[in-house]
């Protein structure tokens, strides 16, 4: 089994994602969307930002790696009536079933940046990408001491070392790596902007119910707390995390989470023929 998508399939990320979506929606608001772009979403989930960019006319692909996400992006959108946008299987790293040159934007929102072999993924976004488009990226940031980052600084510090050659993730927040990989690409470095932008995540539920959907549901945290247990360390993660999770909780009441995390926005413009 591919570990990178036993990651992503062994949780349940919709439990997640529905504390993402009025950012999501905000975030596809800025992408200068119209009707009559097709867009692709990589790393998609259950549609946190394929879905807004849909109702905004868009003719939209959603691919993700976890067949349970697919399936949950599709139903969401045969609920909401949407039938502009598709939800299918694939890895970023390798999209050899879609054509050259076919997408007027792709976007990849905290998504992309989890396939494995990076500067494979950089060349996939860019071949598929038409002359004139754009590719735009959301990305953690390595050490930023708000909530993702450290919630998968915490769990990789719990977790078994990753195998040899493993290139984490969050390179995808340092500029010099993200331009190194759009330009072995064939994009010139002058075409890649980089901007900071914060995404909220807002639970009808108190810090530590947040702490136990992570624990439950999130592929990474899950793995965590897997190897913690077998090392006894359980009740420390729970409590690492309930505290990073409790100090950044700036809702005004007790009961409910509402926490900023900082990204990288990173818009890469595809040259015109
Ligand atoms: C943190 S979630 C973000 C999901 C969605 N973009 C959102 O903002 O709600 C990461 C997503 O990337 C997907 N993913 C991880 N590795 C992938 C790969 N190699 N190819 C495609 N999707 C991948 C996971 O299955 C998961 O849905």
């Known amino acids: 089994m591919n570990p990178n998508k036993a990651l992503w399939e062994k949780g349940d990320f919709t439990r997640i994602a529905t504390g993402m979506r009025s950012s999501g929606e905000a975030l596809v608001g800025s992408l200068g969307i119209r009707s009559d772009m097709k867009v692709l979403d990589l790393g998609c989930g259950d549609g946190t930002t394929a879905i807004p960019a849909a109702k905004l006319g868009a003719d939209v692909l959603g691919v993700d790696i976890a067949s349970n996400l697919v399936a949950a992006g599709n139903r969401r959108a045969r609920e909401q009536g949407l039938t502009n946008i598709l939800f299918q299987e694939g890895d970023a790293s390798d999209l050899s079933d879609l054509e050259d040159k076919t997408f007027d934007l792709v976007v990849s929102v905290f998504g992309a940046m989890f396939a494995p072999r990076p500067f494979d993924v950089a060349k996939e976004m860019v071949r598929v990408t038409r002359p004139g488009g754009r590719i735009f990226m959301g990305n953690w940031i390595p050490n930023d001491p ?85 090392a006894g360390r359980n009740a420390d993660l729970q409590g690492e995390l309930e505290d990073l999770f409790e100090r950044q909780n700036a809702s005004p009441s007790k009961s409910t989470t509402v926490i900023e995390a900082t990204f990288l926005r990173v818009t890469v413009s595809v040259p015109a023929a």
């Open 146 to 230: 708000t909530l993702v980052a450290q919630v998968l600084k915490i769990s990789s510090a719990y977790s078994p070392p990753p195998p040899e050659g493993f290139v984490s993730p969050m390179r995808w927040g340092i500029e010099a790596d993200v331009t190194e990989r759009f330009e072995a690409a064939g994009i010139a470095a002058d075409r890649i902007s980089f901007d900071r932008d914060s995404f909220r995540f807002e639970f009808p539920d108190p810090p530590s119910k947040v702490v136990d959907a992570f624990r439950l549901y999130y592929g990474p945290t899950m793995n965590a707390f897997e190897a913690a247990a077998a």
